[in-house]
């Protein structure tokens, strides 16, 4: 998260949110005052505490604020020794809140919102195009469907820098953790605005090396080698579909990668369910002819209300939505 707000003073017209803060921190410090207090604080001690509280570690902490552990730890300290109150105690699986921690937590969330709200409003009227947007997106979206048209949105949009980030964990938006999120599952945070792009059709697939080897399935897998996702539950409908239909065959590799899976598929080491958009037009890849298929997974776009506007997120969205949709799809739905 970038820094907005550093002194808690710029924040005195959001409603209140200074007096706030005041009240939240004297209430920590026995015989505290407004005069003495004041000096001793701003947002970054906000985004240290709670950030701290939700990774756990130092070491988290610094990654999620890319700044060094020990960073982290002396901007803690310090906190502390100004509120003259141990807000966490270290133990062996990492810090947890203490006492004065959690009377702190629910005050500092609501001086979060506040900050994020400012910035938030700031950079939705901003109509400039230019500046970084931040995109997560699974890595099988990401490296399959927005990579390899990346060149034509620098080419359009030379002053807008993408930030793409690779997960499956969620990603709050409202804390501006992302500008823009897409999804294989519908996102559920609030004040989000959701669309559906496209949907996602898997088919079984093996290379032209795999198949002059062992030869293409007719009407079963018996005899084949196959490669899984990983046993685990995100990726249960399509394991269980293809799980329910092996009749014999032998699974050679699973993994949690998409990409991983693909590429593996394409050097020969098994047949695979992959995304059909990208493999049917792979030249290295032959469809197995085997009746039937997974439930199609749906692409689901989000973005905080607050951002809408923004000419470079709607730039970005923009080239999302044609990216991620087919053509024919973007003619019906006109």
Request: aromatic fraction near 6%.
């Amino acid at each position: 998260m970038t820094p907005f707000v550093r002194d808690m003073g710029d924040l005195a017209p959001c409603d209140g949110t200074r007096a706030q803060l005041g009240n939240a921190f004297l209430q920590l410090r026995p015989g505290g005052n407004a005069a003495k207090l004041q000096p001793m604080f701003n947002w970054d001690d906000v985004r240290y505490f709670l950030t701290l509280h939700r990774q756990g570690t130092l070491a988290a902490a610094g990654a999620a604020l890319a700044l060094d552990p020990t960073t982290v730890g002396r901007r803690l300290l310090k906190l502390e020794e100004g509120l003259g109150a141990r807000l966490f105690d270290r133990t062996p699986t990492g810090y947890v809140l203490t006492e004065a921690g959690h009377r702190l937590l629910p005050r500092a969330e609501r001086i979060e919102r506040e900050a994020l709200g400012v910035e938030r409003d700031v950079a939705g009227e901003d109509q400039k195009l230019e500046g970084v947007v931040r995109l997560t997106a699974t890595e099988m979206l990401t490296t399959r469907f927005i990579a390899p048209h990346l060149r034509r949105f620098r080419e359009r949009y030379p002053e807008i820098q993408l930030e793409l980030q690779c997960t499956n964990l969620d990603v709050n938006l409202a804390r501006r953790e992302a500008d823009i999120a897409l999804r294989l599952a519908r996102p559920t945070q609030e004040d989000l605005i959701i669309k559906r792009l496209s949907f996602i059709h898997l088919g079984l697939y093996a290379s032209l090396d795999y198949i002059t080897r062992f030869g293409l399935p007719k009407d079963n897998l018996a005899g084949h080698q196959l490669i899984l996702f990983a046993n685990t539950r995100p990726f249960r409908r399509e394991n269980d579909w293809l799980e329910a239909r092996m009749d014999g065959a032998h699974v050679t590799l699973r993994s949690d990668s998409v990409s991983a899976i693909y590429s593996a598929t394409v050097a020969g080491s098994g047949i695979a369910l992959l995304p059909c958009l990208v493999a049917d037009h792979d030249h290295h890849l032959k469809r197995v002819p085997l009746e039937g298929a997974p439930e199609p997974r749906q692409i689901w776009q989000a973005v905080h209300k607050d951002l809408r506007d923004s000419a470079r997120i709607r730039a970005v969205l923009d080239f999302v939505g044609k990216t991620m949709t087919p053509a024919q799809e973007r003619v019906s739905a006109a």
